[in-house]
């Protein structure tokens, strides 16, 4: 299993970023989750650290490929640059201010 990196960028099995930005414990069961931030819309999440570190099974037998295990999430060691996307500018998420001379 992975170890979690706070400010760690990951990326989702099916394609999105998400930066980690803390960790917490519910405050109902005290179970360790991971806070977290998609980089494509800016939303909030929190999952369980358990679920967010674990391994999945893919089932491909319906595009003709056989069942592989792959990471939830898995750390992205080299993330160019990040931009704001249209879509974050768009929803008013992203503040992009000029440089002052």
């Known amino acids: 299993m992975q170890k979690l ?4 960028i990951y990326k989702h099995y099916k394609g999105t970023k998400a930066k980690v ?3 917490a414990l ?3 069961t005290l179970e360790p989750m991971v806070i ?3 980089l494509e819309d800016g939303v909030v999440w929190a999952r369980p650290k ?3 570190l674990e391994r999945i099974i893919l089932n ?3 595009k003709g490929r056989a069942s592989k295990k ?3 999430f898995k750390k992205i060691k080299h993330l160019p640059a990040l931009l704001p996307t249209p879509k974050l500018m768009q929803a008013g998420k992203i503040l992009i201010k000029p440089r002052k001379k």
């Open 5 to 8: 990196e706070i400010g760690g």
């Open 50 to 52: 358990k679920m967010f």
């Open 60 to 62: 491909g037998h319906a």
């Open 70 to 72: 792959v990471e939830r």
């Open 21 to 23: 930005i803390a960790e």
């Open 26 to 28: 519910n405050s109902e």
């Open 36 to 38: 977290y931030i998609h």
